[in-house]
């Protein structure tokens, strides 16, 4: 990570050290994906989601989260519930890491 995810990364810890609620916003392309993966696999390897996390995003954005998600934290899971069959993979949500979904599905 860059000096400037790390500052993002840990402005998340932060937050949510001390329960605390915000935004990690920055000009397109600096890199909020990955640091908003290390935060999530941060909170993964101290065992303290309980739950997958929730990511809504842009239709078009759906593929890259996948694919940054597997370049830079492969050991988390990730279920897209985006398609027709979405509904088909509900049960599955608790056995992932995250669920990535789009604005107009949710």
């Known amino acids: 990570m ?3 995810q790390r500052a993002g990364l840990e402005w998340m810890q932060f937050l949510r050290e001390f329960d ?7 000009d397109m392309g600096l890199g909020k994906t990955v640091q908003t993966l290390a935060h999530i696999l941060t909170e993964k390897e101290a065992g303290r989601p309980d739950r997958p996390v929730l990511i809504v995003v842009p239709t078009t954005l759906v593929h890259n989260w996948a694919a940054e998600m597997r370049r830079f934290a492969p050991s988390l899971s990730l279920l897209d519930l985006q398609r027709p069959s979405r509904h088909e993979r509900f049960a599955e949500i608790p056995e992932h890491d995250l669920v990535v979904t789009t604005y107009p599905l949710l």
């Open 2 to 4: 860059r000096d400037y």
């Open 20 to 26: 605390l609620a915000g935004v990690l916003a920055d």
